[in-house]
């Protein structure tokens, strides 16, 4: 136990305050922070830890479809006004998550929407939760996940309630909606599995660059890419040679890039604590290190703060049943590698 507290301890730097990973972005054009859930907010430890280290945060869940717009004439917006006033509280920013996805859709939805509504519903909800954020985002996932290369189709599209009863151009419809709304927020297409170097995530490179390009084409408003970032922990170090020409292509068409749920999923790696806290901490910093080359990229947050909070340990668990460990600190609240590796890329990135 003293142990483990010492070698968590023992990476804050020496000086006698420590430095603050909102400190190292700020000093070097970038925002840091993560995902948090009101219920976490209630932690006073939590908060204060976040607080600290944050300079950007997005709420978990509270302002998917599901939790804002329960009922087809209700929205619920206070989860997302009490992150709002934290983050007002604390100087940080607040990132918008997410207008329109073919998850986390109320029950309503389905049974409400047809080829006649759908549009209308889109509107209609995008308006309502961007405009009573007006003003107050920082930036806005507009659409998350649409595409699935999968799917079968030339466009990449995932088959969705959008595309179905909307079509293609639900992806125009949603930006321009947004844009109404809250002309300043910086309006993002956000994706997974656009990082790793496996043929899986070229063909997703392949055909969120499509997207973009034809948004682009079309002079949609959209201003960046969010990569979510949700790494994976395997045997052989990245070359991310993918990556790279992406982020460059990605830079060609004038949008900003924001890692926007980064952690690593540690089920391939063996029990032992130290270990797997020291390889995800160097596939971090392996990572961070590429991403940063990339002027466009401005922001990182990661999908929890704490390793208490991660979604993985629901969604992905560990066949061993042990807890995954994918974030910057510890059940305890203690700086992990991860973190010294935030701190350490982000502080040489030049400015
Ligand atoms: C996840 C949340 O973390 C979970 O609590 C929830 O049960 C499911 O959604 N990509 C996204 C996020 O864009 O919204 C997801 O968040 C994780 C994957």
Same mark, same amino acid.
Request: proline content about 5%; some cysteine; overall charge negative.
């Given at each position: ?6 070698s ?8 006698t305050a420590?430095l603050?990973?909102?400190d190292? %972005?700020?000093q070097?054009? /970038?925002? #840091?922070?993560s995902?948090?859930s009101?219920?976490?907010l ?7 830890l976040?607080a ?5 945060? #997005?709420?978990e869940?509270?302002m ?9 004439d +209700? ?5 997302g ?12 920013? *607040? ?11 109320? !029950?309503w939805?389905?049974? %409400?929407?047809?080829?006649?509504n759908?549009?209308? /519903?889109l ?8 405009g ?10 507009? #659409?998350?996940? %649409?595409?699935?290369t999968?799917?079968g ?28 709304a809250d ?15 496996t ?5 997703k ?8 390009r034809? *948004? ?6 959209i ?7 949700h ?8 070359q991310?040679?993918?990556l790279?020409?992406?982020l460059?292509r990605?830079? !060609? ?9 980064? !952690? ?5 790696l ?13 596939l ?10 990339? +002027?466009?990229v401005?922001a990182?947050?990661?999908w929890g /703060?704490?390793?208490r909070?991660t979604?993985?340990n ?5 066949? !061993? ?11 305890d ?7 010294? %590796? ?8 030049r400015?």
């Amino acid at each position: 136990m003293l142990a483990a507290g010492l070698s968590g301890q023992s990476l804050w730097p020496r000086a006698t305050a420590p430095l603050r990973l909102r400190d190292v %972005a700020a000093q070097h054009g /970038l925002l #840091v922070g993560s995902a948090v859930s009101n219920a976490q907010l209630q932690r006073p430890q939590f908060s204060s830890l976040l607080a600290r280290q944050a300079s950007i945060v #997005v709420c978990e869940n509270d302002m998917k479809w599901a939790h804002v717009h329960p009922e087809q004439d +209700r929205y619920e917006f206070s989860g997302g006004d009490a992150l709002l006033a934290f983050a007002t509280a604390h100087g940080q920013k *607040l990132r918008g998550h997410n207008l329109c996805w073919h998850e986390h859709n109320p !029950d309503w939805l389905a049974r %409400a929407a047809t080829r006649q509504n759908a549009a209308d /519903l889109l509107r209609q909800h995008i308006a309502a939760v961007a405009g009573h954020f007006r003003g107050q985002i920082h930036s806005w996932d507009v #659409v998350n996940e %649409a595409i699935d290369t999968r799917s079968g189709r030339e466009d990449g599209l995932r088959e969705s309630i959008w595309l179905d009863l909307i079509g293609p151009d639900y992806l125009d419809l949603a930006f321009r909606e947004a844009a109404r709304a809250d002309p300043n927020a910086l309006l993002t297409y956000n994706d997974y599995d656009l990082e790793q170097d496996t043929p899986e995530h070229e063909r997703k490179r392949q055909a969120v660059l499509g997207l973009l390009r034809s *948004l682009r084409d079309r002079q949609t408003p959209i201003h960046a890419l969010g990569i979510q970032s949700h790494l994976k922990a395997e045997a052989a170090p990245s070359q991310w040679d993918g990556l790279h020409p992406f982020l460059d292509r990605v830079e !060609d068409l004038g949008l900003q890039v924001f890692v926007t749920e980064l !952690d690593v999923d540690d089920r391939a790696l063996a029990p032992d604590i130290a270990e797997r806290d020291r390889r995800i901490g160097e596939l971090y910093r392996d990572y961070l290190a590429n991403v940063l080359r990339h +002027r466009p990229v401005k922001a990182i947050l990661t999908w929890g /703060l704490t390793d208490r909070d991660t979604w993985l340990n629901h969604s992905k668990p560990r066949a !061993d049943g042990l807890p995954q460990r994918p974030l910057p600190f510890d059940t305890d609240l203690h700086p992990k590698p991860a973190f010294a %590796a935030m701190r350490e890329t982000m502080s040489t990135r030049r400015g």
